[in-house]
Protein backbone atom coordinates (compact mmCIF):
# COMPACT_ATOMS: atom_id res chain seq x y z
CA UNK A 1 0.00 0.00 0.00
CA UNK A 2 2.83 2.45 0.90
CA UNK A 3 4.75 1.19 -1.56
CA UNK A 4 2.10 2.35 -4.61
CA UNK A 5 1.55 5.53 -2.96
CA UNK A 6 4.97 6.09 -3.12
CA UNK A 7 4.90 4.91 -7.01
CA UNK A 8 1.92 7.08 -7.44
CA UNK A 9 3.29 10.18 -6.20
CA UNK A 10 6.81 9.20 -7.92
CA UNK A 11 4.43 9.13 -11.25
CA UNK A 12 2.82 12.73 -11.15
CA UNK A 13 5.63 14.16 -9.95
CA UNK A 14 7.43 12.86 -12.95
CA UNK A 15 4.72 13.82 -15.28
CA UNK A 16 4.34 17.11 -13.68
CA UNK A 17 7.77 17.71 -14.92
CA UNK A 18 7.02 17.69 -18.52
CA UNK A 19 5.85 20.67 -20.12
CA UNK A 20 3.60 21.62 -23.58
CA UNK A 21 3.50 24.78 -25.76
CA UNK A 22 0.15 25.35 -26.44
CA UNK A 23 -0.62 29.01 -27.09
CA UNK A 24 1.30 32.32 -28.28
CA UNK A 25 0.81 35.95 -26.88
CA UNK A 26 -2.33 36.31 -25.24
CA UNK A 27 -4.21 33.64 -27.11
CA UNK A 28 -6.36 30.88 -25.69
CA UNK A 29 -4.74 27.20 -25.44
CA UNK A 30 -4.66 25.58 -28.67
CA UNK A 31 -6.33 28.76 -30.31
CA UNK A 32 -3.26 29.39 -33.11
CA UNK A 33 -1.40 26.24 -32.08
CA UNK A 34 -1.82 23.28 -33.18
CA UNK A 35 -2.95 20.74 -30.56
CA UNK A 36 -0.17 18.53 -29.71
CA UNK A 37 0.18 14.55 -29.15
CA UNK A 38 1.15 15.15 -25.49
CA UNK A 39 -1.88 18.25 -24.50
CA UNK A 40 -2.56 15.73 -21.62
CA UNK A 41 0.31 13.69 -20.67
CA UNK A 42 3.01 16.66 -20.99
CA UNK A 43 5.41 13.98 -22.55
CA UNK A 44 8.03 14.22 -24.98
CA UNK A 45 9.30 13.53 -28.32
CA UNK A 46 12.46 11.21 -28.31
CA UNK A 47 12.61 9.81 -31.64
CA UNK A 48 14.33 12.84 -33.64
CA UNK A 49 13.34 10.42 -37.02
CA UNK A 50 9.31 10.41 -36.32
CA UNK A 51 6.61 12.40 -37.83
CA UNK A 52 6.65 13.67 -34.01
CA UNK A 53 9.29 15.80 -34.28
CA UNK A 54 7.62 18.37 -36.71
CA UNK A 55 4.90 19.69 -34.81
CA UNK A 56 4.29 16.84 -32.64
CA UNK A 57 0.33 16.99 -33.91
CA UNK A 58 -2.35 14.98 -32.43
CA UNK A 59 -4.32 14.97 -35.26
CA UNK A 60 -1.88 15.37 -38.34
CA UNK A 61 -3.71 17.03 -41.40
CA UNK A 62 -5.44 19.16 -38.40
CA UNK A 63 -4.76 22.50 -38.57
CA UNK A 64 -5.42 24.94 -35.52
CA UNK A 65 -8.65 26.69 -35.21
CA UNK A 66 -6.90 30.39 -36.08
CA UNK A 67 -4.00 32.24 -37.24
CA UNK A 68 -2.60 34.74 -35.53
CA UNK A 69 -2.07 38.20 -37.64
CA UNK A 70 1.76 39.54 -36.38
CA UNK A 71 3.61 42.47 -37.84
CA UNK A 72 7.70 41.42 -39.26
CA UNK A 73 9.83 42.92 -36.57
CA UNK A 74 7.45 42.15 -33.50
CA UNK A 75 8.10 40.27 -30.65
CA UNK A 76 6.01 37.10 -29.91
CA UNK A 77 5.70 35.68 -26.59
CA UNK A 78 5.32 31.59 -26.88
CA UNK A 79 4.23 30.17 -23.63
CA UNK A 80 5.35 26.96 -21.93
CA UNK A 81 2.79 25.27 -19.62
CA UNK A 82 3.36 24.63 -16.94
CA UNK A 83 6.72 25.80 -17.42
CA UNK A 84 9.93 24.63 -18.78
CA UNK A 85 11.40 22.87 -16.02
CA UNK A 86 14.27 21.09 -17.79
CA UNK A 87 17.55 22.26 -18.71
CA UNK A 88 18.44 22.65 -22.40
CA UNK A 89 18.26 24.73 -25.60
CA UNK A 90 14.90 26.83 -26.52
CA UNK A 91 15.06 27.60 -30.18
CA UNK A 92 12.47 28.61 -32.94
CA UNK A 93 12.18 27.55 -36.67
CA UNK A 94 9.49 29.03 -39.16
CA UNK A 95 8.02 27.80 -42.64
CA UNK A 96 6.60 29.88 -44.90
CA UNK A 97 3.51 28.64 -46.45
CA UNK A 98 3.56 27.28 -50.10
CA UNK A 99 0.84 28.99 -52.50
CA UNK A 100 -2.16 27.56 -52.98
CA UNK A 101 -2.26 26.51 -49.17
CA UNK A 102 -2.76 27.98 -45.51
CA UNK A 103 -1.50 28.04 -42.42
CA UNK A 104 -4.29 25.81 -41.50
CA UNK A 105 -3.71 23.19 -44.08
CA UNK A 106 -0.02 23.03 -44.78
CA UNK A 107 1.85 20.52 -43.46
CA UNK A 108 5.00 21.82 -42.78
CA UNK A 109 6.66 18.59 -45.19
CA UNK A 110 9.85 18.80 -46.58
CA UNK A 111 12.97 21.18 -46.60
CA UNK A 112 10.95 24.65 -45.52
CA UNK A 113 12.19 25.54 -42.23
CA UNK A 114 14.68 28.07 -41.15
CA UNK A 115 15.91 28.67 -37.80
CA UNK A 116 15.31 32.07 -36.47
CA UNK A 117 16.09 32.07 -33.23
CA UNK A 118 18.62 29.93 -30.70
CA UNK A 119 19.33 30.97 -27.32
CA UNK A 120 22.89 30.48 -25.76
CA UNK A 121 24.24 28.12 -22.87
CA UNK A 122 26.14 29.60 -19.71
CA UNK A 123 28.26 27.51 -18.62
CA UNK A 124 30.14 27.80 -14.83
CA UNK A 125 29.63 25.42 -12.26
CA UNK A 126 26.73 23.58 -14.54
CA UNK A 127 25.47 24.26 -17.70
CA UNK A 128 22.69 27.03 -17.64
CA UNK A 129 19.95 27.69 -20.28
CA UNK A 130 18.03 30.68 -20.48
CA UNK A 131 14.55 29.46 -20.40
CA UNK A 132 15.01 27.12 -17.47
CA UNK A 133 11.75 27.53 -15.36
CA UNK A 134 10.52 30.18 -17.98
CA UNK A 135 6.80 30.14 -18.44
CA UNK A 136 7.26 32.28 -21.62
CA UNK A 137 9.96 32.56 -24.10
CA UNK A 138 9.45 35.76 -26.83
CA UNK A 139 10.62 35.22 -30.80
CA UNK A 140 11.37 38.58 -32.57
CA UNK A 141 9.86 37.89 -35.99
CA UNK A 142 12.65 39.01 -38.98
CA UNK A 143 11.77 42.12 -40.35
CA UNK A 144 12.81 41.08 -43.44
CA UNK A 145 10.05 38.62 -43.80
CA UNK A 146 8.16 37.97 -46.57
CA UNK A 147 4.38 38.94 -45.48
CA UNK A 148 1.94 35.63 -46.02
CA UNK A 149 1.45 32.70 -43.43
CA UNK A 150 3.79 30.47 -41.56
CA UNK A 151 4.13 27.89 -39.21
CA UNK A 152 6.00 29.15 -36.24
CA UNK A 153 7.84 26.41 -34.52
CA UNK A 154 8.75 25.99 -30.79
CA UNK A 155 11.35 23.56 -29.56
CA UNK A 156 12.97 23.18 -26.15
CA UNK A 157 15.05 20.09 -25.92
CA UNK A 158 15.22 19.27 -22.13
CA UNK A 159 19.24 17.60 -21.62
CA UNK A 160 18.41 16.08 -18.79
CA UNK A 161 18.98 12.32 -19.49
CA UNK A 162 20.72 12.87 -23.15
CA UNK A 163 23.64 10.95 -22.55
CA UNK A 164 22.67 8.51 -24.68
CA UNK A 165 21.32 8.22 -27.55
CA UNK A 166 17.71 8.42 -27.37
CA UNK A 167 17.42 10.33 -24.22
CA UNK A 168 16.94 13.60 -24.94
CA UNK A 169 13.45 15.13 -24.43
CA UNK A 170 11.68 17.32 -27.42
CA UNK A 171 9.26 19.67 -26.46
CA UNK A 172 7.33 21.04 -29.34
CA UNK A 173 4.71 22.95 -31.07
CA UNK A 174 4.01 24.63 -34.53
CA UNK A 175 1.70 28.12 -34.20
CA UNK A 176 0.14 29.55 -37.44
CA UNK A 177 0.85 32.93 -38.03
CA UNK A 178 0.10 35.46 -40.95
CA UNK A 179 2.46 37.94 -41.35
CA UNK A 180 2.39 41.65 -42.06
CA UNK A 181 4.58 44.24 -42.67
CA UNK A 182 7.61 42.79 -43.28
CA UNK A 183 10.65 43.89 -46.01
CA UNK A 184 10.48 40.93 -48.22
CA UNK A 185 13.99 40.37 -48.38
CA UNK A 186 14.40 37.22 -46.17
CA UNK A 187 16.26 34.68 -47.91
CA UNK A 188 17.54 32.01 -45.21
CA UNK A 189 20.58 29.73 -46.30
CA UNK A 190 19.73 26.91 -44.37
CA UNK A 191 16.68 25.09 -45.12
CA UNK A 192 15.91 21.70 -42.70
CA UNK A 193 13.07 19.57 -42.58
CA UNK A 194 11.59 17.84 -39.56
CA UNK A 195 12.53 14.87 -39.57
CA UNK A 196 15.62 14.99 -41.38
CA UNK A 197 17.44 18.12 -39.60
CA UNK A 198 18.68 15.97 -36.73
CA UNK A 199 20.53 12.75 -35.77
CA UNK A 200 19.72 11.39 -32.35
CA UNK A 201 23.99 11.24 -32.16
CA UNK A 202 24.29 15.05 -32.87
CA UNK A 203 26.61 16.28 -30.06
CA UNK A 204 23.29 18.65 -29.07
CA UNK A 205 21.48 16.07 -28.82
CA UNK A 206 23.36 13.22 -26.96
CA UNK A 207 25.30 14.66 -24.22
CA UNK A 208 26.21 14.08 -20.90
CA UNK A 209 25.40 17.93 -19.15
CA UNK A 210 26.60 16.67 -15.83
CA UNK A 211 29.72 15.01 -16.17
CA UNK A 212 32.21 16.11 -17.02
CA UNK A 213 31.31 19.14 -17.52
CA UNK A 214 31.31 20.00 -21.06
CA UNK A 215 33.20 23.21 -22.00
CA UNK A 216 30.95 24.18 -25.07
CA UNK A 217 27.39 23.54 -26.60
CA UNK A 218 26.99 23.29 -30.13
CA UNK A 219 23.10 23.18 -30.50
CA UNK A 220 21.57 20.85 -33.11
CA UNK A 221 20.15 21.84 -36.79
CA UNK A 222 21.44 24.89 -39.04
CA UNK A 223 22.50 28.37 -37.27
CA UNK A 224 19.87 31.11 -36.43
CA UNK A 225 19.53 32.72 -39.56
CA UNK A 226 19.31 37.00 -39.97
CA UNK A 227 18.22 39.61 -41.99
C1 LIG B 1 -6.05 39.42 -40.12
O1 LIG B 1 -5.61 39.95 -41.34
C2 LIG B 1 -6.50 39.71 -42.41
C3 LIG B 1 -5.82 40.14 -43.71
O2 LIG B 1 -5.29 41.41 -43.60
C4 LIG B 1 -7.81 40.43 -42.16
O3 LIG B 1 -8.73 40.17 -43.18
C5 LIG B 1 -8.39 39.94 -40.82
O4 LIG B 1 -9.52 40.67 -40.49
C6 LIG B 1 -7.36 40.06 -39.72
N1 LIG B 1 -7.90 39.43 -38.51
C7 LIG B 1 -7.92 40.02 -37.32
C8 LIG B 1 -8.50 39.23 -36.20
O5 LIG B 1 -7.51 41.15 -37.15
CU1 LIG C 1 9.82 16.10 -18.25
Not at 113 to 137: L, N, R, T
Not at 187 to 215: E, R
Amino acid sequence: MKLSIAITLLASAIAEAHYTFPSIGSSADWQYVRTTANFQSNGPVTNVQSEDIRCYQRTPGTGASGTLNVTAGQSIPYNAKASISHPGPMAFYIAQVPAGQSAATFDGKGKVWSKIYQDDVKIGSGMVWPSQGAKSVSVTLPKCLKNGEYLLRAEHIGLHSAGSAGGAQFYISCAQISVSGGSGTYSPKNLVSFPGAYQATDPGIMINIYYPIPKSYTPPGPPAETC
